[in-house]
C-alpha cells in the first residue's frame, strides 16, 4: 500500500519536472537572445510553484489523515462561510458564463470545525462544479441543518462524470480522461475528503447524463444551540 502510494508520487512528480527540464533544455541549446531566456526563467517559475503546491497539497492530506495536522475548532456559521466560498467564486463563474447560484434557507448553521479546512473542501467542490460544467450552466450551493446533520450540496448542470471514473475521483492524481484538458493535478477531491473526514464527516457524488452532477458534504450533528 504504501509502496504503491510513493510509485504513484513519483511519477505524478516526474512528469511535470520532466516538462520543465525539457523547456530549460530547449532554451539552452538554442541560440536563444535575452528576452526568451527570461521567458524560460519564467516559465520554469510557473511550473515549479504548480510542483511545489502539490507538495503542499500532498503534505496537507497525509497529515491530516495521519492526525498529524491537529483541527483547529471554533464555532463556525456554515451560513457565512458558504456566502463567503459562493462570493469568491463568483468573478470566475461569470467569465465562463456560468449562473452561481447560493440557496440556504434563513437561520444559523452552526457547527464546531477548522475554519479554514472547511472552506477548502467547499472551495475544491465548487472550483470542479465551475471548472467542468460548461459555458452556459448552472451551479447551484446548498446548505442545510437537519437535527442528525448538516448538508451541503453543490449541483452542475455539467457533463456527467463517466462511470468508469466515479469510483477513483476521490483518489490521488486521479483525473477523468475527459478532463485532461483543463489544469489541474488531481488532488483538490482527495483532500476535500480528507478535510471533511476528519471532522467526522463524509462526501457523496452523485451523477446522470442530462442531470450533472451532486456532490454532498455531510457532518454531523446535532448542532451548537444558538
Ligand atoms: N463537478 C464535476 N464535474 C465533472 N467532473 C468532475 C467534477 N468534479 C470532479 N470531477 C472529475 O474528478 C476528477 C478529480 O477531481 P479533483 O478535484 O480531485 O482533481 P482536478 O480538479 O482534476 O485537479 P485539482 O483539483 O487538483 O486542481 C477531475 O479530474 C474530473 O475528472
Ligand atoms: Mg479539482
Redesign the pocket.
Known sequence: ELKQVTDNVAHELRTPITRIRGIAETTLNSSADRNEFREMAASVIEGSDRIIEMIN?MLEITRTDSGVAELVRTSLNLREIIREAVDLFKPLAEDKNIALQLEIPPGDILFSGDRSRIQRAVA??I???I???SSGGLVKVSARSHPTGIKVI?A?T????DEK?ISH??DRF???D??RS???????????LTLIRAHGGDIF?K?SPGR??T?TITLPGPPLPS
Not at 455539467?158 to 462524470?161: L, V
Not at 483543463?182 to 476535500?192: E, H, K
Open positions: 497539497t475544491n467542490l472550483d470542479n462544479a471548472k467542468y460544467t453543490i452542475d455539467g457533463p456527467a462524470i471514473d475521483i476521490f486521479y483525473r477523468g475527459e478532463s483543463t489544469p489541474g493535478s488531481g488532488l483538490g477531491l482527495s483532500l476535500a457524488v451523477s450533472g452532477n456532490f
